[in-house]
T-cell receptor, first 114, second 115 residues
Framework: DAKTTQPPSMDCAEGRAANLPCNHS???????VYWYRQIHSQGPQYIIH???NNETNEMASLIITEDRKSSTLILPHATLRDTAVYYC???????????????FGKGITLSVRP | SAVISQKPSRDICQRGTSLTIQCQVD?????MFWYRQQPGQSLTLIAT?????????ESGFVIDKFPISRPNLTFSTLTVSNMSPEDSSIYLC????????????FGEGSRLTVL
């Protein structure tokens, strides 16, 4: 079972920031938070990941709360091409077994409107 | 990042036949996985493809139905055996390295339709 909960859907206006929340209250100390997205008819695309510090790359920013029980993915200037299903996943990259698997929940469908 | 190529990208198959999907990674990777995505659903992990040993299957998936090979660190195959219409899905290959930052990358998927 997925260890994260996300709202089923949200929308935002093109050019505005999209803030996608994720709860992971049972995250353990060796697990990272990963975000992927899946644009229709494509394979999932890696976006960003983090352990406890905020992270930023060319695609997005990841804000993780101090207690690590929740996080927010921020797309600073959403475009129509960002319309996709976004998956928040917790995983340990170094251990074998269940903790190392990438287990997908239902994700959140982001719709960017013109 | 790893580039993952899958063949075929799509196919239409007859009930009772089997189809083998190939996954090629452009670099050596320690981990390879196979997923299934049924229409309108999220991804479900089928198995971990282990190099040089038998694959590790998730609950609900068995080797007789989904035999997997992984002869080296860049290639794997998934066979969908004795197909039925319920096997109509997208099958995705994923790969990456254990340790480090641990990103996993995905192919574009193989869309199977079983008639």
């Amino acid at each position: 079972d997925a260890k994260t909960t996300q709202p089923p859907s949200m929308d935002c206006a093109e050019g505005r920031a999209a803030n996608l929340p994720c709860n992971h209250s049972t995250i353990s100390g060796n697990e990272y938070v990963y975000w992927y997205r899946q644009i229709h008819s494509q394979g999932p695309q890696y976006i960003i990941h983090g352990l406890k510090n905020n992270e930023t790359n060319e695609m997005a920013s990841l804000i993780i709360t101090e207690d690590r029980k929740s996080s927010t993915l921020i797309l600073p200037h959403a475009t129509l091409r960002d319309t996709a299903v976004y998956y928040c996943i917790v995983r340990s990259p170094t251990y074998t077994g269940a903790n190392s698997k990438l287990t997908f929940g239902k994700g959140i469908t982001l719709s960017v409107r013109p | 990042s790893a580039v993952i190529s899958q063949k075929p990208s799509r196919d239409i198959c007859q009930r009772g036949t089997s189809l083998t999907i190939q996954c090629q990674v452009d670099s050596q990777v320690t981990m390879m996985f196979w997923y299934r995505q049924q229409p309108g659903q999220s991804l479900t992990l089928i198995a971990t493809a282990n190099q040089g040993s038998e694959a590790t299957y998730e609950s609900g998936f068995v080797i007789d139905k989904f035999p997997i090979s992984r002869p080296n660190l860049t290639f794997s195959t998934l066979t969908v055996s004795n197909m039925s219409p319920e096997d109509s899905s997208i099958y995705l290959c994923s790969a990456g390295d254990r340790g480090g930052t641990g990103e996993l990358f995905f192919g574009e998927g193989s869309r199977l339709t079983v008639l």
